[in-house]
């Protein structure tokens, strides 16, 4: 059985019946999104351009899974905003009217960013992090120098949350992901994040002999 959001974002949709595993759609979403992430040339960023890099990573033939690609492009991450045109290439082969137009190629938009954030694979997050918050609102800013700061010293803890708050616009749980507001979490029900908010209030009050203590009691652990 397929558990599938009624978004048409599709990055954490899983398999039930195959130990949570994400679906293809949802690899290719990712995959898709991570591209444009990246420092990748415009060639790479076209519908062919990430289509040969996705299928070289996976050993597969790009023209298999053009129609894939093609599809999430123009029905999902264009007509939502997570992605757009960043310009055209020439052709120069191909109808004359195509040469004149040259093919698309692509880049994330700053709600693409964010959704950047909450996916695993994404290597350049605090690039991304900083980028993000060149175009926010004095609101979103507030936000800014804690996250920057929690990136460099807690990076998994800091963006597990935008992977919860990312996930949360998934299921519908929130309507927006924009303007960005860690509050939009405050009426979903996490218990992954009481916990780590009940250690953080603990350990605050911790003596400094406690806190080694509590410190060397995770480091058997994980």
Not at 32 to 42: D, F, K, Q, T, W
Not at 90 to 111: D, M, N, S, V
Not at 129 to 156: A, D, V, W, Y
Not at 196 to 215: C, P, T, W
Request: charge should be positive; hydrophobic fraction near 35%; proline fraction near 4%.
């Amino acid at each position: 059985m397929k558990v599938k959001s009624t978004t048409k974002l599709s990055i954490f949709d899983t398999f039930k019946t195959k130990d949570n595993s994400l679906t293809g759609e949802a690899k290719r979403q990712r995959s898709i999104i991570h591209i444009l992430s990246s420092n990748a040339n415009p060639a790479e960023r076209t519908r062919t351009g990430i289509s040969q890099k996705i299928a070289k990573g996976q050993g597969n033939i790009w023209k298999n899974i053009y129609s894939g690609i093609f599809r999430d492009l123009d029905e999902i991450l264009l007509p939502m905003g997570i992605a757009e045109e960043d310009g055209r290439l020439p052709l120069k082969r191909g109808p004359k009217a195509l040469q004149e137009i040259g093919i698309p190629f692509y880049h994330l938009t700053r709600k693409g960013v964010l959704i950047a954030l909450s996916i695993k694979e994404v290597e350049n997050k605090e690039k991304l992090l900083k980028e993000f918050f060149l175009e926010g609102n004095p609101n979103e800013k507030s936000f800014e120098k804690i996250l920057i700061n929690l990136s460099r010293t807690s990076p998994n803890f800091t963006y597990s949350i935008f992977q919860k708050y990312v996930k949360a616009f998934c299921d519908d749980e929130i309507a927006e992901l924009l303007p960005f507001d860690f509050s939009k979490l405050k009426n979903i029900s996490d218990e992954s994040l009481i916990i780590q908010k009940e250690i953080i209030e603990a350990f605050l009050k911790l003596s400094k002999q406690e806190k080694d203590e509590a410190i060397r009691l995770l480091n058997e652990i994980t």
